[in-house]
C-alpha cells in the first residue's frame, strides 16, 4: 500500500519551489491561517523526564483533543497554536491536566484518543480556531489535504506542511489515508484529518491509519462540559 510522504523530503521539495516558482514539489508549506486548529505539542514524559513531539487540534477555547499515546505518562505538556513555524507561534500555553480515554489499551492502541485541558480559555484569531468534530452520520469524504510538520533527520520537523491523501474507511472503522508521497512521521501522532472544517481523524499510526473520533463525541462532550448526560450535550466543538 502506498502511504504518506516522508514529509523531510516534502518540506524539502516545498522549499525548492517556493524559492524558484517551481510547482514540481508536490508537498505544499502551509501558510498562515490555513490551518488554524491544528496544534504542536512538546511533551515531557515524566518516567524518562525525556521529551516527545506529537500534535492535536483545539475543539474548543479549553479543549485539545490528540492521542492518549501521546499523553501517556506526560508530566507536563507546551502546546504551540498558529504555529505554521514551530519555533514562531502565534500562542504557548502550558498545561498538565490530560484525559484518557477510559478505555485506551496502550499494549493493542484501542481507543487511541485523549483531551487536554488548557490552562486558559484561548482567543480565536485568523490564525486561531477551533474544529467541529465529525459527527457517526458524517460520511468520510473521499480525499483530503493532510498536513502535520514531519521529520527532519532522526527529529520531528518544525515547518507545518501539507499534502493530498486518499482515504478509505476499514472494518473496524478506522480510517485510512494513502498517496503517492510516502510515509508520515512518528512526530506526526495525533494530527488531524481535516475536511472543509470538519476533523474526520487523529492520526495514530505513521503508516497513514486514523482513529475516526465520531465515536468518541459522547466521551468528549462528558469530559469538557461535566456531564453525565451524554445524550442531552450539545455539541461542544461547533465554532460559534
Not at 9 to 34: D, F, P, V
Not at 98 to 124: D, W
Not at 208 to 213: D, H, K, R, S
Request: hydrophobic residues 40%.
Amino acid at each position: 500500500m502506498k502511504v504518506f510522504a516522508l514529509f523531510l523530503l516534502c518540506l524539502i521539495a516545498a522549499a525548492q519551489s517556493r524559492s524558484t516558482g517551481s510547482n514540481a514539489g508536490k508537498s505544499t508549506l502551509a501558510e498562515a491561517g490555513q490551518n488554524p486548529s491544528i496544534v504542536h505539542l512538546r511533551v515531557a514524559i515524566g518516567t524518562s523526564g525525556l521529551l516527545q513531539t506529537c500534535a492535536g487540534s483545539l475543539i474548543n477555547s479549553r479543549w485539545v483533543l490528540t492521542t492518549a499515546s501521546c499523553l501517556n505518562d506526560a508530566r507536563f505538556i507546551w502546546i504551540r497554536y498558529g504555529a505554521v513555524d514551530v519555533i514562531s507561534p502565534e500562542l504557548v500555553t502550558e498545561s498538565s491536566a490530560v484525559r484518557l480515554n477510559p478505555g485506551y489499551n496502550a499494549q493493542t492502541g484501542a481507543n487511541n484518543i485523549g483531551l487536554i485541558s488548557i490552562n486558559r480559555a484561548v482567543e480565536s484569531s485568523e490564525n486561531i480556531s477551533p474544529v467541529n468534530v465529525a459527527g457517526q452520520d458524517d460520511e468520510v469524504p473521499e480525499s483530503a489535504n493532510f498536513c502535520a510538520y514531519g521529520q527532519e533527520g532522526e527529529g520531528p520537523g518544525e515547518s507545518l506542511s501539507c499534502i493530498n491523501v486518499d482515504l478509505s474507511v476499514g472494518e473496524d472503522g478506522s480510517i485510512v489515508a494513502e498517496s503517492e508521497e510516502g510515509e508520515a512521521s512518528r512526530f506526526d501522532i495525533g494530527a488531524p484529518l481535516i475536511v472543509d472544517g470538519v476533523q474526520y481523524g487523529i492520526l495514530i499510526s505513521p503508516d497513514g491509519t486514523f482513529l475516526n473520533p465520531a465515536s468518541y463525541r459522547d466521551w468528549i462532550a462528558i469530559e469538557t462540559l461535566g456531564s453525565d448526560q451524554p445524550e442531552e450535550v450539545p455539541v461542544v466543538n461547533v465554532v460559534q
